[in-house]
């Protein structure tokens, strides 16, 4: 096969040794983070609909606010109610249950007996009662009274007890006591009764409106009117005259709604809507970042050389911003709205109470995302954090409740309650909202019994500890200033959180590091590595040059240019009902030398462990055992290193959807630290090399899946790095792309270590300086193109076609017996012939051109037509992987 010759048409720039364009020294960390930022905002301002229902959201809830407050104002509008309804009570209401008895007469005093008899006729007639039935008398002393109500419970309504003076009531009654009934005044003839009301099975009436009097008040009313008629008519009537006393039961004129007038919606229910702008923000934040990691787009940033720092400041960056937009937002729109909340709180301290929930809430996005893998996930989780969010808000919503917690007299586990709350941000959020709302919206004065309008916010009033007076116990709650800085110190909380699980947890960096890495003064740069010298990596692999099991594996290479593998394994487990089950073996003891300047090409079936490999090397995943160096960096401890010097074309296309390809190459070239100018140019150059200059400013997201893989193949060589990993770059490719990927491929080799898988064995003889074998995690064998081919292959073949297979193959075997049959099959026929009988070739041709004598003309007889060809890098492919035999 012939090599592609590196056109002069394309130019890629040197290594970076003698890249000219070789970065001033810069602060990544800024120019990374700015880089970040941009790529974010990019990203937001094209996700259009998701950006603006962000902004809009504390709109929408505003003018929610708005509706449901003129709705109540309407509602509870005060008027003078100049007349209100007057309940007449002059009819007693008659019992609940059989037998009973609507009103029983009893009296202590025999001079009574006469009045009460009177009483009793009276009642009857005025109210059409059966005496005996629903009026009776009980009893004419209290004793017989009591006797009577013990041994006939709940069977009458009202008593009217008429006594006089002062008894007795003997202990054995269980109620004990002196019973004094005797206040007839000097000078006045009174005469007193007591009524004893039964609530239990007092007859209710059907009021009309709020104003009427409760049951059992109403109850009493009439049986006074009807005994004071009874009474009135015995001192000073005739026995028949019937006259008795109305009564009518009426309120004064006041305003109706007395309680809800002033009502405010903010006050009462804000805490609960103004949650939801900020847990937009962070649902927003949480689900971008996750997707990111579950497309691999941060592991494409990390090989590109960017670190944590950087990624994590530029999403608090965008989050900042989100907040800072939305919380405008909210002010002006609830400005517009008229709510005292915001009219009468300084606009610093609105800022600056819900920014800071804000970005608690942000930094607990960040904490869940490090423990999501998955869109799908994070949408599940956000949910269901809003949902939980939501219903403990309604309960924070009342601020008397918050601050009941933090009384002094409170049993343990509420104090308990309370630490355990006040590390959840939107617990201090309420709080300190509810302390502001109380001043300065419209709030409910319970002393006043009415709503009260809100006052100016003096900014003294945030400092100041708030007493407040629950039930006669005087209690003190923090300040304002004081929940907000908890909730900083909430947010910082979460912050470190987060930080460490994404140092520890692998599915987020890759490479995780150990459990107690911040106790280490590497990580903190308080050490300074040393670099490995060769021997020490061998050494370290349990290998040495001299006890090298395959020597032809390792090359001489320049160990702080290369690529120097030894004893790499990598081993999967997997797990079922969180138990190891099967261990797959990806890797296995893997050993070999790439030296600089050479581009080896790994293949290997589906499976074989090539994408294994190199997630290894980028730093994706750790290696179980073993070692490697790449230009002298150890992968096990010096990747940030090695991914400044690295360029990486991944299986899977690491692009985002919302940027163009321009925008990618410039992303890619800034984290890369190249200056502005030269990323434009470099961009614009290798847009043309993979032919996409026409498409340059159209988003990812529309492209074809061989336009991304050309994207990618472009990308992995930005920033000119030492290194370039290309796996599988040209999958999905049409031939005339794939032929100028090869080019382009080539051209990058110039002075650098490609390493490239691939499952074509053309683009493996094109491209490879050397190619290797991978079976089963193993590495079967590893040599150039052509020392494979005269290793593993079967020599020349020769491909005959004629009439006579049989006869063909008797008289070749006896005239070339260095010949063997491959294949017969129909009416041709495959000999091959071993490299080290080269000269039968010779014969064998000397014999078509008849320059041969003897029996061995009969060859040339017997054969029509035949081609002559070498062993191909497939056949080498099936031989080494166990899927041809050798013949
Ligand atoms: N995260 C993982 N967990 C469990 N097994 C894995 C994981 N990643 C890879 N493997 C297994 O390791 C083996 C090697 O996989 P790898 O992706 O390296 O193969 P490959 O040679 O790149 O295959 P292909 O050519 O199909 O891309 C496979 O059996 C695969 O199932």
Not at 3 to 31: D, E, G, H, R
Not at 264 to 280: A, K, Q, S
Not at 318 to 341: D, R
Not at 544 to 560: G, L, Q, Y
């Amino acid at each position: 096969m012939e090599k592609i010759s590196p056109s002069s048409s394309f130019t890629i720039a040197q290594p970076m040794k003698k890249n000219p364009f070789v970065p001033k020294k810069q602060n990544s960390f800024w120019l990374h983070s700015k880089v970040l930022i941009w790529k974010q905002f990019l990203v937001f301002s094209r996700n259009i609909k998701s950006t603006l229902f962000q902004i809009g959201t504390p709109v929408f809830i505003c003018l929610f606010l708005l509706s449901l407050q003129q709705f109540a104002t309407y509602a509870f509008t005060s008027t003078i109610d100049r007349n209100p309804d007057n309940i007449s009570v002059s009819k007693v209401p008659t019992c609940y249950g059989s037998g009973c008895i609507t009103i029983g007469i009893a009296y202590t005093n025999d001079k009574r007996t006469e009045l009460t008899e009177f009483v009793v006729d009276h009642i009857s007639k005025a109210q059409n009662f059966k005496i005996g039935k629903d009026i009776k008398v009980l009893a004419n002393t209290y004793t017989d009274l009591i006797d009577y109500l013990k041994e006939n419970t709940n069977k009458t309504q009202t008593v009217v007890l008429f006594c006089t003076g002062e008894f007795e009531i003997p202990e054995s009654y269980g109620i004990g006591g002196t019973f004094d009934c005797l206040r007839e005044t000097p000078g006045y003839n009174l005469t007193i009764y007591s009524l004893l009301i039964n609530s239990t099975i007092t007859g209710l009436t059907l009021f009309t409106g709020f104003n009427a009097p409760s049951p059992v008040d109403y109850a009493s009313l009439a049986v006074k009117a009807a005994v004071d008629s009874a009474i009135y008519e015995f001192y000073n009537g005739d026995e028949d005259s019937n006259k008795v006393f109305g009564v009518e039961v009426e309120h004064f004129p006041s305003p109706t709604n007395r309680f809800l007038q002033g009502y405010d919606i903010v006050t009462d229910v804000g805490v609960f809507y103004f949650f939801i702008p900020p847990m937009v923000t962070f649902v927003v934040i949480l689900i971008e970042i996750v997707r990111e990691k579950e497309y691999r787009l941060r592991h494409g940033l990390s090989m590109m050389g960017m670190s944590s720092g950087p990624y994590w400041f530029s999403w608090f960056v965008t989050g900042f911003a989100f907040t800072f937009i939305v919380t405008n937002s909210l002010i002006i729109a609830s400005l517009a709205c008229g709510f005292g909340f915001f009219l009468y709180t300084p606009y610093p301290i609105v800022l600056c109470l819900f920014t800071v929930f804000s970005l608690a809430m942000i930094n607990l996005a960040f904490l869940l995302s490090t423990l999501i893998k998955s869109t799908k996930s994070a949408y599940t989780t956000s949910y269901a954090f809003i949902l939980i969010g939501l219903v403990l808000q309604f309960l924070l919503s009342n601020v008397t409740l918050i601050y009941l917690l933090y009384a002094d007299n409170l049993p343990m586990w509420a104090k308990i309650c309370r630490v355990l709350l006040s590390l959840y941000p939107p617990f201090n959020f309420s709080k300190a909202f509810g302390d502001i709302s109380s001043v300065s919206a419209s709030h409910y004065d319970s002393d006043e019994g009415r709503w009260v309008r809100g006052n100016d916010y003096p900014w003294s009033e945030f400092t100041r500890t708030i007493s407040v007076d629950m039930l006669g116990t005087q209690v003190n709650v923090p300040s304002t200033a004081d929940s907000v800085l908890i909730i900083i110190g909430n947010g910082l909380m979460i912050a470190l959180i987060a930080w460490y699980l994404d140092h520890v947890i692998s599915h987020n960096r890759g490479t995780p590091d150990p459990f107690y890495f911040f106790l280490s003064p590497y990580y903190w740069g308080l050490k300074k590595k040393r670099r490995l010298q060769e021997q020490e990596v061998l050494s370290d692999a349990g290998l040495d040059n001299e006890k090298d099991p395959c020597p032809s594996m390792m090359s001489e290479v320049d160990f702080t240019e290369g690529i120097s593998i030894r004893g790499l394994g990598k081993r999967f487990e997997q797990y079922k009902c969180c138990r190891p089950t099967t261990e797959i073996h990806a890797v296995n003891d893997l050993s070999m030398d790439i030296s600089s300047r050479e581009l080896l090409a790994i293949l290997g079936h589906n499976g074989a462990g090539k994408s294994t490999l190199i997630n290894i090397l980028t730093g994706l995943t750790k290696a179980s055992y073993g070692s490697a160096t790449i230009c002298g960096y150890d992968i096990h401890t010096e990747m940030d290193k090695i991914r400044k010097i690295l360029g990486v074309c991944p299986q899977h296309d690491i692009l985002w959807d919302e940027l163009s390809p321009k925008e990618h190459l410039i992303l890619f070239g800034r984290i890369k630290e190249l200056p502005y100018d030269v990323v434009i140019k470099d961009a614009e150059e290798k847009l043309k090399q993979v032919r996409l200059e026409h498409v340059k400013d159209r988003l990812v997201g529309t492209f074809s899946g061989g336009m991304k893989r050309r994207l990618s193949v472009a990308i992995s060589g930005v920033g000119n790095p030492k290194i370039i990993i290309l796996d599988e770059p040209t999958t999905g490719m049409d031939p005339i792309n794939r032929r100028n990927a090869w080019k382009l491929i080539q051209q990058m080799k110039e002075g650098r270590v490609v390493i490239l898988t691939t499952h074509s064995m053309e683009e493996a003889d094109v491209l490879s300086d050397r190619v290797c074998v991978i079976v089963d995690g193993e590495l079967k064998c590893l040599g150039t193109a052509l020392s494979l081919k005269n290793n593993y292959g079967d020599g020349y073949r020769i491909t005959i076609i004629t009439e006579e297979p049989e006869e063909l193959t008797k008289v070749l075997q006896e005239e070339f017996p260095a010949a063997k049959v491959i294949d017969l099959s129909g009416g041709s026929l495959v000999i091959s012939i071993p490299l080290d009988r080269v000269e039968q070739i010779e014969l064998f041709f000397r014999t078509m051109e008849g320059l041969e004598e003897g029996s061995i003309k009969r060859v040339k007889d017997l054969i029509k037509d035949w081609g002559l060809s070498n062993t191909t890098l497939e056949e080498v492919f099936m031989r080494v992987t166990g899927k041809k035999e050798k013949v």
